[in-house]
Every structure is written in structure tokens, then in C-alpha cells.
T-cell receptor
Framework: GESVGLHLPTLSVQEGDNSIINCAYSNSASDYFIWYKQESGKGPQFIIDIRSNMDKRQGQRVTVLLNKTVKHLSLQIAATQPGDSAVYFC???????????FGSGTQLTVLP | DVKVTQSSRYLVKRTGEKVFLECVQDMDHENMFWYRQDPGLGLRLIYFSYDVKMKEKGDIPEGYSVSREKKERFSLILESASTNQTSMYLCASNPAQGWEKLFFGSGTQLSVL
């Protein structure tokens, strides 16, 4: 079946720097994408979403970019803080599907 | 505060045992999901349910079954646990229209010895 994958399994950044987490997807029918954050010992939590009719969406300190041409999305975190250390997952949905497909996750570590 | 509650944080079972993982949500959500999470593989969907007594297979249903007798409760059953079912199990729920409202439980780490 279709899959969503991540380029890098781990990412380390200095506190205060910006972080960029990437995600590739292969289902051209996907029209909705979500980023989740999973802290140690917890379930994933919604961060931000984007629909395929947009190429950029901003939240508080986070921005998601979608490039449908190359089937790629990214999560940018501004001024990364220690509390941002977590595993980040992208997920995608094709409108007709009753389920999300998740990527394998990126471990973000914020260095002091 | 919305909640998806999984009955156990850690479970240790023997090969061949029947295992029940329970999940309860208090948000009156129509949809409920069971995922397993393994390092490097992300979340893989086992089963889901979009209504009481309804169930659909996900990507990896083999060795599992589910039960949804009440809207708020979705149970995952391992009929005869095997060592390759050692994993983190995550339950989630969302309303009929609203992936942005998909909420997860904290997970159950199951070890099958």
C-alpha cells in the first residue's frame, strides 16, 4: 500500500535554533496532512495540519510547508526549546480513506 | 479535558495467553482505532471502528481481534499472544468528521515472554 516516510530518523539542534523535519509521501491522492508530536511516555499529540489546496500554514512557532509536486512536506519549528524534544510524525489521508497513514517518525533532540 | 484512557500502562504476558487491551474515550467519538508502534516503523493500524459493533481491518490485523459493544469502549484482543506481538499499543478516537480531533491514549507497553 501507500506509505509515508521520513528522510532522517534523528535530528539534533541547539536551543534557540530553528528545526526542520521532513516527510515524503507517495500517495498522490493524499489531500490532508498532519504533524504529531510524541513526548516520552505519551501518545502522539496534534501539532498542525494542512490541506492540499494550501502550500503553507503557520501556527504558534510552527510552520508546515507542502510541496505537492515532489510529494514532500516539512515541519519548521522556530526558536527550538528543550520542551520540543520529542518524536515527530507526519500522517496523511486521502479523502476517501477512513484512516491515516503515519510516517516512521523523527527523534528531535534539543541541545543546551 | 478530553481523554482516551488505556487500562494498563505496562503488561507482561506469556506466549499463548489471551490478552485484552481496553480503551475508553469520554468524548462521544464515533471512530476508534488501535495502532501498534515499533521503533523505526511508526504507527501501524491494526483495527478500527466507526460505529458500535462495527469494525474494519487495518494494515496488520493478523493475530488480533476487536470488540466494540459500547460507543465509548474499544477492546483489542490477542487470542494467543506471541513474542512478535511485543510492542507499544496505542488507542485513538476522533469524531466522524475531524482528523484534527484525533486523540491518543498514553499507550500500553506489552511484553510477551
Amino acid at each position: 500500500g501507500e506509505s509515508v516516510g521520513l528522510h532522517l530518523p534523528t535530528l539534533s539542534v541547539q536551543e534557540g535554533d530553528n528545526s526542520i523535519i521532513n516527510c515524503a509521501y507517495s500517495n498522490s491522492a493524499s489531500d490532508y496532512f498532519i504533524w504529531y508530536k510524541q513526548e516520552s511516555g505519551k501518545g502522539p499529540q496534534f501539532i498542525i495540519d494542512i490541506r492540499s489546496n494550501m502550500d503553507k500554514r503557520q501556527g504558534q512557532r510552527v510552520t508546515v510547508l507542502l510541496n505537492k509536486t515532489v510529494k514532500h512536506l516539512s515541519l519548521q519549528i522556530a526558536a527550538t526549546q528543550p520542551g520540543d524534544s520529542a518524536v515527530y510524525f507526519c500522517a496523511e489521508n486521502a479523502g476517501s480513506a477512513r484512516q491515516l497513514t503515519f510516517g516512521s517518525g523523527t527523534q528531535l533532540t534539543v541541545l543546551p | 479535558d478530553v481523554k482516551v484512557t488505556q487500562s494498563s500502562r505496562y503488561l507482561v504476558k506469556r506466549t499463548g495467553e489471551k490478552v485484552f487491551l481496553e480503551c475508553v474515550q469520554d468524548m462521544d467519538h464515533e471512530n476508534m482505532f488501535w495502532y501498534r508502534q515499533d521503533p523505526g516503523l511508526g504507527l501501524r493500524l491494526i483495527y478500527f471502528s466507526y460505529d458500535v459493533k462495527m469494525k474494519e481491518k487495518g494494515d496488520i490485523p493478523e493475530g488480533y481481534s476487536v470488540s466494540r459493544e459500547k460507543k465509548e469502549r474499544f477492546s483489542l484482543i490477542l487470542e494467543s499472544a506471541s513474542t512478535n506481538q511485543t510492542s507499544m499499543y496505542l488507542c485513538a478516537s476522533n469524531p466522524a468528521q475531524g482528523w484534527e480531533k484525533l486523540f491518543f491514549g498514553s499507550g500500553t507497553q506489552l511484553s510477551v515472554l
